[in-house]
């Protein structure tokens, strides 16, 4: 039944009390017409009008009454969402509704079949028994249906709920070990520089400086445009180049139409962290970073590539995968399987890193 959560919840809620009440109705129609030796679908449009009417008059009677009851301050939150006051009122609201039923049920099946039937009263004492009895027996079944539908819900969004927790906690977890590492490996790079060159030195720190006054803010938010990850990674690659000078260079491919395409904050850093330090920076001449963005269809692809020493070489490098753990992390606790990342030899040689994720706008 789980079409039934992409209909419009008012046909969404007719057709549920329909694939209840209907087969509900053609066993109560069958009941009656084999009891008294009437016609059965004389009593099949009884049964399911009467049917009807009770589950309608239960079922919106259950979640107005706890509505009520969160607004007066009765219950929780939860009792709103499952729409459960509880089995005492709904044992007045079953009574209710039964009531209802026989006599708004029988007034609409008699005006459909054109063959209207005197509501069973006091003179008729074993009839109106059977029933009020059926009735009942049926409305309590819908109900105890309809309890077990609440209940599994409430723990299906409980259960939501603890799994975005951890995947909320995770995520701050793993933004907040990204920062750090980016920062010591820059100050270990800024420390042997002193040493080499002061003067590229207070150039770098400068450029330190600037780029985490620029990215303190980015990294505090749950998301932002594509234009600013693009800005932080110029920032950052600017620094790269005043310590590896003409080793280190680097373009971007950014479309107009993408700019303003959401994605996590510092979702690419370190992709091109590894890519400087496993690819470029074990070779002798450098070589050159690309990153690049494009859509595919309702996805966005984010590709960072370089023209280092390629996958190969570099895993005889020391690391500890970081960045990659990084972003297969982040990925997996923000989009789930809607996202994927890959790591491959790029054509020409050298490393491409490829991203692909749910194209979103920045709101």
């Known amino acids: ?8 919840r008012p046909l969404s809620f007719l057709l549920r009390h329909l694939m209840i009440g209907v087969p509900l109705a053609a066993f109560i129609a069958l009941f009656f017409a084999t009891a008294f030796n009437d016609r059965y679908w004389r009593n099949f449009v009884y049964s399911l009008c009467i049917g009807l009417t009770c589950q309608l ?35 007045a609201i079953i009574v209710l509704g039964v009531w209802l039923g026989l006599n708004v049920g ?60 951890a995947a909320e906690n995770q995520l701050k977890l793993l933004e907040s070990q990204l920062e750090p590492h980016m920062l010591f490996n820059t100050l270990a790079n800024l420390r042997v520089l002193i040493g080499m ?65 959401a994605v996590p904050p510092l979702l690419l850093q370190p992709l091109v962290e590894n890519s400087i330090q496993h690819g470029l920076e074990p070779k002798i001449d450098g070589g050159r970073i690309d990153v690049a963005a494009a859509r595919d269809g309702d996805q966005l692809l984010l590709t960072v590539r370089d023209t280092g020493v390629g996958l190969r070489d570099a895993a005889a490098t020391s690391g500890t995968r970081f960045g990659t753990q990084q972003v297969r992390g982040r990925l997996a606790a923000l989009y789930g399987s809607r996202a994927t990342f890959t790591l491959e030899p790029a054509p020409d040689g050298g490393t491409l890193a490829r991203i692909v994720l749910p194209l979103e706008t920045r709101p």
């Open 1 to 8: 039944m789980a079409f039934l959560d992409a209909l419009p």
């Open 197 to 261: 060159d002061p003067a590229r030195a207070q150039t770098m720190l400068d450029r330190l400086i600037a780029f985490l006054r620029a990215t303190l803010n980015a990294s505090r938010v749950g998301a932002h445009g594509l234009s600013a990850e693009f800005d932080r990674l110029g920032d950052y690659l600017a620094l790269m180049q005043v310590r590896m000078g003409p080793r280190l260079q680097f373009a971007f491919d950014l479309p107009d139409a993408l700019r303003d395409a």
């Open 57 to 91: 008059v239960i079922d919106l009677g259950r979640r107005g009454a706890a509505r009520l009851m969160v607004r007066w301050g009765r219950a929780s939150e939860a009792t709103r969402r499952s729409g459960w006051p509880g089995w005492p009122i709904t044992t």
């Open 106 to 165: 029988y007034a609409l099946a008699g005006w459909l079949t054109g063959e209207p039937i005197a509501t069973p009263g006091l003179h008729d004492p074993r009839t109106l028994f059977i029933i009020v009895t059926v009735s009942l027996l049926a409305s309590l079944g819908f109900t105890v249906v309809s309890w077990g539908r609440a209940r599994m819900a409430a723990s299906e969004a409980q259960a939501q709920r603890a799994q975005r927790a």
